[in-house]
């Protein structure tokens, strides 16, 4: 262990010129833009007595925020899968005209500023909105409610099923759907047995990261969201508003609630994904 | 199961070049069929037709004299290897084996019990009894080309078709894998067409070669036809190390381009004109040059070893150097003169590649 450790600090027997200095300068840089700011927001809610903490584990408004993050984040992560799965086939298979747009504008929920595409799903989506009015006629409320953040969530993370699974079904050889076409598999049963098991990890990849952006995610969704606490407050809302009553130990107890289910939820979805990709390890 | 094709013609998507012009073919039931040719000449094209994976633009097929069309048709009759093997990655070697068996409709599918028990069956066919189990991402080339093997023949048909199946493996790995898969053939009764570019492998395996050029099927003979009786330029060169003389014919008489060869007769009723004439340099006689040959500027020849029951020499002529063998019999062997001519009197005579004599 200990000779492990100094071999590692010294560089072992790396051929890599400069190894002490890359060391130093990625331990320097995780250890200020990520370790530090975990340790100060584990510290932070016990700096006020253990009250705090234990006051805010009472709050049924909280849980019923972490509740709307959550249980959004994941449902807009789901409905992503075979939505993502399909744009990820057009752009691999599909040469159709104009894919070279579309395959740009796949990424442009990572790029748009949260805050415009929240102001435009609630407009779109709103009681006067060009989708909004026809779907409040049919009676369906998507806007200030719960469907509304899942469809915000959906919106932002898209680019995260598409841009995994795309990789993988293009490294895909196209002889193994000719394979099982030959051997007597009747279309669905390509689609399903050979195209789609195969993408099995890339998918719980994709919905881990459309998960994980979607319990984060604050701009786009509080605009369409309505914001009623106990109905439809996302937990990064509830942080916020702690914040403006400068309760602060309270803010800084729900993000670290926040941050142990986060971490929580990636490491099943981490469990899952090594449970899918056991053929993957080649000898 | 005899495979038939007819007038099969296939054009290239896309353009007006054709990848098959009218080819026939007809392979009776247990004959082992080797397509050869050089890259290009549509033996893939060919072998994926008769699969049915590509779309032809005209022509028929017919399997045991019975017309086939569709995927549907040709499912459980067609056993197909591809050349970088195809197995599915996420499924076990048992699961890729019996992937055939486990599609079929609820109503002809064999039991869960039935389908284990042929998979082991085949495994141990395959001579590979305990990697049921294992993933693809672990096996061996060859382990990867027998599950590959056993998965095309496990609902049981009746012809194998083998795409360049042999190309990724080592040297020794193909030798043991072909003859074994010979032995297979004759002990199953199958019909097999193999596409390869490895003349030894055609020899050794098939009954029967077919040689491809330019979309057309040019010879389709037994190996030792094929070798006494090249039809064109390309079958005199796949069958084996060939050297070419260029040369006119000119009364009955071929006149060789270089210095150092000797001229030799021709059968009669021959056009005069450039000639090409192909030797196996085995074939190749070098007569010590004596008075007569004095004009004709003899070639030093230089010993260049012995292998495979063989003397190799090298003869330097005015522009290149080419090899000549003789059979070693060990301190028997012909001793060549160290400076003489070239004899090359059993070449075949070939005009636009094609064979006239």
Sequence with gaps: ?283 | MSVTVQKLVRTAPGSDRQLLKSVSLDVPTGHFVALVGPSGAGKTTLLRAIAGLDVCDSGTLLLDGQKVETMQDRARKIGFVFQNYALFPHMTVARNISFGLDVQPRGSRLSRQDRAARVQELLDLMQLPDMGAAYPARLSGGQRQRVALARALASGPGVLLLDEPFGALDPIVRRTIRSWLRSLHDRLGLTTILVTHDQEEALEVADRIVVMQQGLIVQDAAPDILDQSPETAFVMEFMGEAITFRGTLNNGQFVPDEGGVLPFPVAAHLESGPIDAMIRPFEIGIVSAGNAEKMLSPVSVVSHGARNGYRHYLARLTDRTISVSAPDWGNDSINFAEAGVLDISRARLFKNGLRVV
């Design chain 1, 1 to 283: 262990m200990q000779r492990a450790f100094s071999s590692f600090v010294r560089g072992g027997n790396s051929a890599l010129p400069g190894y002490k200095l890359s060391l130093a300068a990625t331990l320097l840089w995780t250890g200020f833009f990520i370790i530090l700011p975990l340790i100060a927001l584990t510290l932070r809610p016990w700096q006020d007595g253990i009250g705090a903490v234990v006051n805010e584990l009472h709050d049924t408004r909280m849980f019923a925020a972490l509740w709307t993050s959550f249980s959004s984040a994941a449902l807009a992560a789901l409905f992503n899968i075979p939505l993502g799965m399909l744009l990820a086939w057009a752009l691999v298979r599909g040469n159709l005209p104009g894919s070279g747009l579309a395959n740009a504008l796949v990424d442009l929920p990572l790029a748009l500023p949260t805050a415009v595409s929240g102001i435009t799903l609630a407009t779109l989506y709103g009681p006067q909105g060009w989708l909004g009015a026809p779907l409040a006629k049919l009676g369906i409320v998507v806007a200030y409610s719960k469907p509304g953040i899942v469809i915000a969530l959906m919106f932002v993370g898209l680019p995260f099923v598409v841009r995994t699974v795309e990789p993988v079904l293009k490294n895909l050889p196209r002889d193994l759907e000719e394979a099982a076409a030959l051997l007597g598999a009747r279309p669905w049963q390509i689609i399903t047995r050979v195209v789609i098991a195969p993408l099995v990890p890339a998918l719980i990849t994709g919905f881990g990261l459309a998960f994980a952006r979607g319990v984060g995610e604050y701009g786009s969704v509080i605009f369409i969201a309505g914001n009623q606490p106990f109905h439809s407050e996302i937990a990064p809302l509830l942080v916020v508003v702690r914040l403006q009553e400068f309760d602060y130990s309270g803010a800084t107890a729900i993000a670290l609630i926040l941050l142990l289910t986060s971490l929580l939820a990636l490491a099943l979805v981490g469990l899952a994904r090594r449970k899918f990709s056991v053929w993957g390890d080649g000898a």
